[in-house]
Nanobody
Framework: QVTLVESGGGLVQAGGSLRLSCVAS????????MGWFRQAPGKEREFVAG????????PYADSVKGRFTISRDNAKSTVYLQMNSLKPEDTAVYYC????????????????WGQGTQVTVSS
């Protein structure tokens, strides 16, 4: 398993932007599909975005399509989530996830996940 550490969360006004980062250690980063999911208070955990090992496929949840962009830098063992046009309903704890199979991230059963970073969007 890899260890994942997220950063970049914070408080932002609606319409603003944030970029989340997740640094992986303890494994060969390029062998892992990566992704992000989130959990809002009182709600179930939700898949947000994923990216395959080579970066060529990037599925998104319908709720974030066109606003969020996932990317990765294998040389830095880092995955990013650029979040634009943020809405109050994007408020949640965002978790980074890693698995050798992207499907496992999409169904919220990844091999590894981080501690999460809080994103709060004010109206």
């Amino acid at each position: 398993q890899v260890t994942l550490v997220e950063s970049g969360g914070g408080l932002v006004q609606a319409g603003g932007s944030l970029r989340l980062s997740c640094v992986a250690s303890g494994g060969t980063f390029s062998r892992y599909a990566m992704g992000w999911f989130r959990q809002a208070p009182g709600k179930e955990r939700e898949f947000v975005a994923g990216i395959i090992r080579g970066g060529g496929s990037t599925p998104y949840a319908d709720s974030v399509k066109g606003r969020f962009t996932i990317s990765r830098d294998n040389a830095k063992s880092t995955v990013y989530l650029q979040m634009n046009s943020l809405k109050p309903e994007d408020t949640a704890v965002y978790y980074c996830a890693a698995d050798q199979v992207l499907h496992n991230i999409r169904v919220l059963t990844p091999e590894s996940w981080g501690q999460g970073t809080q994103v709060t969007v004010s109206s």
